[in-house]
């Protein structure tokens, strides 16, 4: 369903590789929404992925630029720019990779030349591609900024790495770069921390079955799918957000404020009790509450 939420607005969208990315969701619904869009990714993912398919769907043009490097990103500014014809009002950062986990390397033996990279793809891309935009004047007053966190940045959860490291950075830039954009321009930027999803990035994080098992249970609504995010982002790109800026936004079904559920007690109950059942009752002194 549309409500032409976006309608009159023009947009640049990072890293949609195939059908399952978020930014993928997030462009098709942006375009249903009435907005114009162009959307961009690193050559490689260009090339290995089906961002042309989406292009030809939303009838634009894709730019390639590898978010780390400040020239593509003048370039790609500039490349938008023209396409409009002039400034746009909403862009989304949806780009993360760890070469660490990706090679396996634990948190207490992390490849600091890796390291490096993850904080650069993952989070310092953002912090780059807002400080291009902004030099080149490229957002209107009232325009809104976006990227993709996950709540590994408050709290260590199995597995995540690095990843943790570079999403408490990117959820930093957003408010430090929030205050200066939205004091001169009243341009805000947020992040918006989503469930764990099962896509080409979410399927590098260790277990991610598990842990979409264990967040879903925890979760009173739920897990929230890369449709349901598409959807909370366009509000954000929306008018009827103008006062919300510098903010993390939990978008995860409940998942951040709970402490334990019914639905994940009684799975961690059942497997307690069969542990309990599978060995020697006297190696539990303590009873089986
Ligand atoms: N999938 C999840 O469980 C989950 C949960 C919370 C947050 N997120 C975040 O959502 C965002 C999007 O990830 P996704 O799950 O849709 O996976 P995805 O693999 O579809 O998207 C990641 C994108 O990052 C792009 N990218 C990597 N290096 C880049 C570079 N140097 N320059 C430009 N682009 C680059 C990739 O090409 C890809 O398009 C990421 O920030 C991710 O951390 C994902």
Redesign the pocket.
């Known amino acids: 369903m549309s409500y032409n939420l976006l309608k009159g607005k023009k947009g640049l969208i990072?890293?949609?590789?195939?059908e399952?990315?978020?930014?993928?969701k997030v462009a098709e619904r942006a375009v249903e929404e009435g907005a114009e869009i162009v959307l961009?990714?690193?050559a490689v993912?260009i090339r290995m992925?089906t961002i042309g398919e989406l292009a030809k769907k939303c009838n634009t043009i894709v730019v390639p630029?590898?978010?780390?490097s400040v020239p593509d990103l003048e370039n790609l500014i500039d490349r938008t720019m023209e396409h409009f014809g002039g400034k746009f009002d909403f862009m989304l950062?949806?780009?993360?990779?760890s070469p660490n986990v990706r090679k396996g390397r634990t948190y207490d033996d992390l490849d600091y030349d890796y390291l490096a990279k993850t904080l650069d793809?993952?989070a310092i891309?953002f912090h780059k591609a807002i400080q291009v935009a902004r030099k080149k004047d490229a957002i209107n007053d009232w325009g809104s900024i976006v990227?993709?966190?996950?709540i590994a940045a408050q709290r260590t959860l199995y597995g995540y790495n690095d990843?943790a490291d570079a999403?408490a950075l990117l959820e930093s830039i957003a408010r430090s770069f929030g205050y200066i954009y939205g004091r001169e321009k009243k341009i805000r930027i947020n992040t918006v921390?989503?469930?764990?999803?099962?896509?080409?990035?979410?399927s590098g994080?260790l277990g991610?079955n598990d842990l979409m098992d264990f967040a879903e249970r925890m979760s009173p609504l739920g897990n929230a799918t890369?449709e349901d995010c598409a959807n909370y982002v366009l509000t954000l790109f929306s008018d009827l957000t103008r006062k919300v800026t510098m903010q993390n936004l939990f978008h995860d079904g409940g998942f951040s404020s709970m402490g334990m559920s019914r639905r994940a007690m009684k799975t961690y109950g059942k497997g307690l009790s069969m542990r309990f059942d599978d060995v020697h009752e006297n190696q539990y002194p303590f009873g089986k509450e």
Not at 14 to 18: D, Q, S, T, V, Y
Not at 20 to 24: F, L, M, P, R
Not at 193 to 202: D, F, H, R
């Open positions: 990072f890293g949609a590789l195939n399952q990315s978020i930014a993928w961009t990714n690193t993912s992925g630029a590898d978010a780390t950062h949806s780009i993360g990779m793809i993952s891309s990227a993709l966190s996950y990843m999403k921390s989503q469930s764990p999803t099962q896509t080409t990035a979410g994080v991610l890369a």
